[in-house]
């Protein structure tokens, strides 16, 4: 089965660094992007940005950019999202999701997603 | 940046009618876009692809059309199972892809 598992919830205050991840199986993870998306609590979906694991190229949406750091680890299948200083404003629910790596751009939508990380940043 | 503006904000319809949601891109993205339908508490699951190619497992009922900047998803004949909020999503401008904010189509 293709599918994309989560960490679990975290719970956190505004200054702590934290690190989200998302395991790929049942596919070749390196033939695939590896997006990231917030959905804040009551509102719609956000994307963040996205990594390729195969080389680890990686783009941010301008709303996000030195905000967060998205990375991963082809030897585990494993992508990952992380803050080094959090703020009460980050708390949300981060999904990760794939799309396929092709020239075929009619192709790139995120076709498997996983089951969402719920992080709450509360003093 | 691509504005992806849906409407309505909410769309009610009974059991059995149609449901036709609206998606506008602020520039062409070709055919390039998404739909997905959220149910509370689950992820996004997605039911549309190049505008108008069902993904795998989706029901025949949904079904996608339009291109440039007008797109539209229609449910010809609603299940209990439908009620849920829809994003669209341009994956055309890359890598600056962007959803709208939904639709949440509620039973009437």
């Known amino acids: 089965e293709v599918q994309l598992v989560q960490s679990g919830a975290e719970v956190k205050k505004p200054g702590e660094s934290l690190k989200i991840s998302c395991k790929g199986s049942?596919?070749?993870?390196?033939?695939?992007?590896i997006g990231w998306v917030r959905q804040m609590p009551g509102k719609g979906l956000e994307w963040m940005g996205i990594?390729?694991?195969?080389?680890?190229?990686?783009r941010y949406s301008p709303s996000f950019q030195g905000q967060v750091t998205i990375s991963a680890d082809k030897s585990i299948s494993t992508a990952y999202l992380q803050w080094s200083s959090l703020k009460a404003s980050d708390t949300a629910m981060y999904y990760c999701?794939?799309?396929?790596?092709?020239?075929?751009?009619?192709?790139?939508?995120?076709?498997?997603w996983g089951q969402g990380t719920m992080i709450t940043v509360s003093s | 940046e691509i504005v992806m503006t849906q409407s309505p904000a909410t769309l009610s319809v009974s059991p059995g009618e149609r449901a036709t949601l609206s998606c506008r891109a602020s520039q062409s993205v070709s055919s390039n876009l998404a739909w997905y339908q959220q149910k509370p508490g689950q992820a996004p699951r997605l039911l549309i692809y190049?505008?108008?190619t069902r993904a795998t497992g989706i029901p025949a009922r949904f079904s996608g059309s339009g291109s440039g900047t007008e797109f539209t998803l229609t449910i010809s004949s609603l299940q209990s199972e439908d009620f849920a909020v829809y994003y669209c999503?341009?994956?055309?401008?890359?890598?600056?892809?962007?959803f709208g904010q939904g639709t949440k189509l509620e039973i009437k």
């Open positions: 190049g505008a108008s």
């Open positions: 999701a794939r799309r396929v790596d092709t020239a075929m751009i009619t192709y790139r939508a995120f076709d498997i």
């Open positions: 990594i390729y694991p195969g080389d680890s190229d990686t």
């Open positions: 999503q341009q994956y055309n401008n890359w890598p600056r892809n962007t």
């Open positions: 049942g596919y070749s993870f390196t033939s695939y992007w």
